[in-house]
């Protein structure tokens, strides 16, 4: 076993590190300690099993790296932290952003509702005022239509009656012509020349106009009467009047 051990375990791990160093730095073995042991062990396995002897595991103790070192792979953890921080920052800030965006779309759109339900109500309103002001022009039209046509009718009643009138009236004193051109035949017929004369002295008498005077002045030759005889007559008129 001390044979084993001294000649053939320890220079197979030994030159498989002093090997493995020449690929890998001491930070590798710190940052990748799982995967630098699992090549180990393969490697080793394999290297024994020569022997007939079976590994059962190669485990990688503590690494003691200079100090220098150490602050290299601090200061590297250090900055992948802060750059895990940054984008999970840069990531929230986008995230922020995205809600912010997202908000303000909501925002806009609940404004762009809000503006078309108030174009749609004005426009129902506007539609309302038209309809309304259509229907009370057709009621006017129909109005004015109905005291036009009523007005129309009146007019033609009134004409009909003026006419029918008119018709009466020409009929009446067609008649009355008639009766009067009948009753002057007659006359004629029945007084000859005489009938006329007296149609005429009736119309005067009808008139009230005087066939002979109040007073009559005659006297000198012949039957004619001078100025003296006029003026007696005016006289004599005169006051009979006041009488």
Known sequence: MRNLVNQVLEPIVGNYFRNSAQSYTVLDFLANRMQRQGEARA???????EYDVQSVDTLIGDITPPQELMKTLTDRK????????FRVEEST?????????????????REIVGSEQDVRIAEM???????????????????????????RRVGEADADVI?????????????????????????????????????????????GIRLTPDVLVSGGKEGGGSAADGMLAVLLREMMAKK
């Open 43 to 49: 490697h080793i396995s394999k290297a024994i099993m």
């Open 78 to 85: 250090l900055a992948e932290e802060r750059q895990k921080t």
């Open 93 to 109: 800030e986008v995230t922020r952003q995205e809600l912010e965006k997202q908000k303000a779309l909501a925002d806009k759109q």
């Open 125 to 151: 309103k506007a539609n309302a005022v038209v309809k309304t002001a259509s229907g009370e022009s057709d009621a006017a039209a129909k109005r004015a239509e109905g005291h036009a046509a009523a007005a």
């Open 163 to 207: 006419a029918m009138k008119g018709r009466r009236e020409a009929e009446a004193i067609e008649a009355i012509g008639r009766a009067k051109a009948d009753a002057y035949d007659a006359g004629v017929k029945a007084m000859g020349d005489h009938y006329g004369m007296l149609q005429i002295f009736t119309v005067l008498a009808d008139k």
